[in-house]
């Protein structure tokens, strides 16, 4: 039967994935390794020369990407972590493929969000029309048979099936990423909330499709009219709110951004310039604290000091621009959660990302806690040299101790329970869709026409 | 002698059809005659259907053949379409083309094209009435349209007529008009094979009668050679 | 004959309700999509036309300082910021380099959602660190624009199944078919006639629509926009042709509309995503990360021997020496980066060129598997047509690489040389001439659209001859 192909076809995907995403993960652990490596090795030098050579975050691989890749293709994986920088994550997987990869990738949220409603509409499209086509309606409804049972009846019929494969795929997809090891941090509670989540979104399709098919004479037309909603829900809308939300709230060009944010630094503090403005203020101020007349004779290196607090005004810049860009992604999910009233996929789409750990918010998530980390390794460097050297010393030097004792770049990910926070109106959203489409197919099969 | 053959003009010549192993038509042989109406009567399933089908050539003979004026109308298919006028069991025409339009294409399918004053007499000497000539046909009702089927096959002037269930579904009024075109057409020299289940219109309008069963022709005679009681035994007969 | 059924298809055709209503819908979607992608196109110049405007403001101020300077009227204060020091022009000034929109670019975002249209060399920074991508929402990206060629790949075949589906079916199912055959006509001829006509009017529709539209928005016509006809002509022929077929086997109007549906699914849905999903895992593209840590490690090498390498750079390279050895050049730690820039190069060549290769060869291989289906071949034609697929933007990145070696090449030399820029050096400097070195692929994709229609045509042909009348009349 079709939903068995389905099943299939989803835990193949899976197993198909698994090898990928081992794959993946290999590569990431290696680079990781190295990039540690390539830190605690890299010799003598002035530390503040440490922190331009920098290092690599690399953003982790959860068993749960697997079920749903959400925006992992199309955001950067590695974030370079050097001094007076924030950077952009790079390596955005998309990039290095081809035009081919836009289609989309056979992967289980492919089957499970676009082809099981497909497949719930060829089931569902005639259940009541076909019915009546036939005459055996008529038959049944002089028998006396409410029209809350008979709605309930051909529901079940459908949804039945549904939820018991959507079950056994959950169930072997979670024993597949249960047993991939290495790449811990797996959990049946968040499986469980995103076959809930599937379920709710197949049952919204299946009571459009009942309504429809109630409400309409022909077959033939409940199956247009239905494709119709599929298409639109599934593709058209989709698309349709990335034009208005982008419309509505453009981002700035890559150009932009970086110029205003050069702008902005140019004309604020910063390390290497002691006639800036402000640096000459913080000097004045500091020779004072310390009641001598020059800078070579503060108890402390007056240069580090004074590049880290360049540092952070520097990171007080670019925290204020990645706020703007933000801004912009939250205005623009305002957008896709209002158009969510017109496509039940769009909450689906948005719980099962996030559910996954792939939403673009686990993105920004990631890169702030390299933000946060990179200020901390800068600061550990620069606070080495202010405090092991004095100003002027420029050939002070740090050795693998000091490298070793940073500590390398450990990602803690967004905590499940602040995930479903976050994402409690996309999920009302969903529960209102199912239980208005379930009351609109009851009303539709209280006034349908018997024949 | 020649004269008795050129008014041969639809003949069965051991006709038959099977599907798969299972016998349709079992060897059937019967004329149509010019002027003649032959009326094929049988219960559901007894080969009617399928020997007008054979002489539409819808489908092969298995062995025998279906002559229309002397022709194999499996070797000759166009040639014998020509000849022929057919008004299939609910005759349903194009929804969205008025009755006009639908007598135009068909006429014109068979390569005869009228100007619009002739069709019209074509479609009144069938009975329609002249409002409905220009509405659609998804309007018409059932005797309606099967005036504009008769309509087509009088445009068409061909020599057979083939009618399956001419009259099932129509009212007693349409059904009288319907025998009396059947009748004209006839004094025409036209050639009638009708497959049906009204005894009452095969006696009266009839010129013969066959009776089949499972395939085979089992009486066939003149209308005159029986009346209207003897035929409806003679056929019950048959049906156990 | 011919003409007659043509006709009163015509006449057939248009007093469906439902086909009006379909072509209205159609024509509205075209209009969102087209606008859509002229918007996106003019932004996309916008942001070119601003970078180069600023560039060219930014150019003729520091024009006027850099003349002041030389001759003396200005004064800079720190040596750092002195106007003519060629390590800050060719670090700041650098000349856009810009992928400016083809004629039919709003026909398909392709990839040109991913990237950057526009770059500017510079002297610091690595060649596999150089970005190229643009700002915008991963969510945007996975959803895909509402563009020209969404509207055509995947919704156009429904309009032509819609158009044809139940063809034959109808007939047979009201039985006017019977009739129609037992006139001396060939079904053959009778189906092929009504399917041109249809085939003619969706043509038709689109062409105008395009053409009304396109003049609404202002968009010029050029001689592609006859070939973008001309393929999604092709496109719709195939799937004339799959209906054709499929209305062949005789089945009932419902059957036939799910059984094409089906045929869409597995065309326009699953075989893109299977093949490219089989892509990624027998071609994986080579991994970007271990490039970057070879060249880590050299970098790390090349920082502890700096001084060491720039002795033997000079060496090398004895035209580079200073003509006054005694004056210390005011571009050392340049000199010593340059240097080591090209100590790195030549440890870390063979692994660039690897992975450069590697990645070629997956592309190239992935490339075959677009023959697999027709909704591939069209999209990879219309991108190719926007010139937005993704090998434009890849000759458009090495481009920006080879102008990023000449604007470098200009000024090392000069930095060696401790020299200071004049005014007129200003007329000197490189020039950035970008022009498309990509190969239209367009043609290919369309003649194999015509193959897959064609063995489609020939089947049905087969089909045809093979069956008996009966499968169209039995009910």
Known sequence: MALLTVAILVVTAIGVGRQYYRQVNEQHEAARRNARSEWVSQGSKNPHSAAHYGTYAFKPKYPMSLLDNGVDKYSGVSIYLEAHKRNDAQYMAAQDQTALSRFGDLSPDFILMFMVPLFIILIAFNSVSRERESGTLRVMMSQGISPWKLASGKWLAVFTPVAVLTGLVFLVGGVLLANLEDFGLFSWWPLILLALVYLLYYGVFINVSILVSASVRKSSLAFVLLLGIWILSCLGMPKATSVVADALYPYPTQLEFEEQIAEDKTNGLNGHDPWNAESKKLEAETLQKYGVDSVKKLPFNWDGYLMQKGEEHEAEIYFKHYQVLKEIYQKQSKVYRTSAALSPFLPARFLSMALCRTDYHAHWHFADEAEKYRLMLVGRLNGDMVDNSRTGQWDYRADEKLWRAVPDFAYEPVRYQSIVEANAGHFLVLLAWWVLSGVGMLVAVRQMKVF | MTSLIKQRMLEAVNLSKSYNGVSALKGVSFKVNKGDIFCLLGANGAGKTTTINLFLNFISPTSGQALINQVDTAQQPLATKKMLAYIPENLMLYPNLTGVENLHYFSALAGRKYPSAELTNYLNEAGLQEVAHHQRVSTYSKGMRQKVGVAIALAKKADVLLLDEPTSGLDPKASNEFAALLKKLSELGVATLMATHDLFRAIETGTHIGIMKEGNLVESMTTDQINHQDLERLYLKHMN | ?475
Not at chain 3, 228 to 242: G, S, T
């Open chain 3, 1 to 475: 004959m011919f003409r007659l059924h043509v006709k009163y298809e015509w006449v057939s055709v248009w007093r469906d309700r439902w086909v009006v209503v379909l072509s209205l819908i159609f024509f509205g979607l075209l209009f969102f999509a087209i606008r859509n992608g002229q918007e996106k196109v003019l932004e996309r110049q916008a942001s070119i036309a601003k970078a180069r405007g600023e560039l060219r403001q930014a150019e003729s101020k520091r024009r006027g300082e850099i003349d002041s300077v030389a001759r003396g009227l200005r004064q800079y204060g720190e040596a750092r910021r002195n106007p003519r020091l060629l390590s800050t022009y060719g670090q700041r000034m650098g000349k856009v380099v810009a992928m400016d929109a083809q004629p039919l670019a709003f026909v398909a975002t392709g990839q040109s959602d991913l990237f950057t249209h526009f770059a500017k060399p510079k002297l610091y920074g690595e060649v596999y660190s150089l970005g190229f991508s643009e700002l915008a929402n991963p969510v945007q990206l996975l959803f895909g624009s509402f563009d020209l060629a969404f509207v055509c790949v995947y919704l156009l075949p429904l309009l032509v199944l819609a158009f044809s589906y139940n063809l034959l079916s109808s007939d047979k199912e009201s039985g006017s078919l019977r009739l129609t055959l037992s006139q001396p006509v060939s079904l053959f001829s009778w189906l092929v006639a009504k399917l041109a006509l249809r085939y003619a009017v969706v043509v038709g529709l689109i062409a105008a629509t395009l053409l009304i539209v396109l003049a609404w928005h202002g968009i010029a016509m050029s001689t592609g926009l006859f070939w973008l006809l001309l393929l999604i002509c092709v496109y719709v022929l195939f799937w004339f042709a799959v209906s054709f077929l499929v209305s062949l086997f005789g089945w009932s109007s419902g059957q036939n509309a799910i059984v094409l549906v089906s045929v869409w699914v597995v065309l326009v849905l699953l075989v893109p995503s299977i093949v490219s999903q089989l892509a990624n895992a027998v071609y994986p593209v080579p991994s970007r990360i271990n490039m970057i840590h070879n060249y880590r490690v050299a970098e790390a090498d090349a920082e502890k021997r700096a001084s060491e390498i720039l002795t033997s750079y000079y060496r090398d390279h004895p035209e580079l020496g200073q003509q006054d050895s005694t004056v210390a050049n005011q571009y050392q730690f340049w000199l010593k980066y340059f240097a080591s820039v090209d100590v790195l190069k030549k440890a870390v060549q063979p692994v660039l060129d690897e992975y450069d290769g590697a990645l070629a060869q997956q592309q190239e291989w992935v490339d075959r598997f677009k023959v697999l289906s027709p909704a591939i071949l069209f999209q990879d034609g219309l991108n190719d047509l926007a010139g937005t697929s993704t090998a434009h933007y890849t000759d458009f990145r090495h481009q920006v690489i080879e102008f990023n070696e000449t604007w470098r090449n200009y000024f090392i030399p000069r930095m060696f040389a401790n020299e200071l820029l004049q005014a007129s050096d200003l007329d000197q400097l490189p020039e950035p001439r970008y022009q498309s070195r990509v190969q239209p692929v367009w043609a290919i994709d369309l003649l194999l659209i015509v193959v897959f229609a064609a063995v489609v045509l020939g089947v049905s042909f087969r089909v045809y001859q093979t069956s008996s009348a009966e499968r169209w009349l039995a009910s």
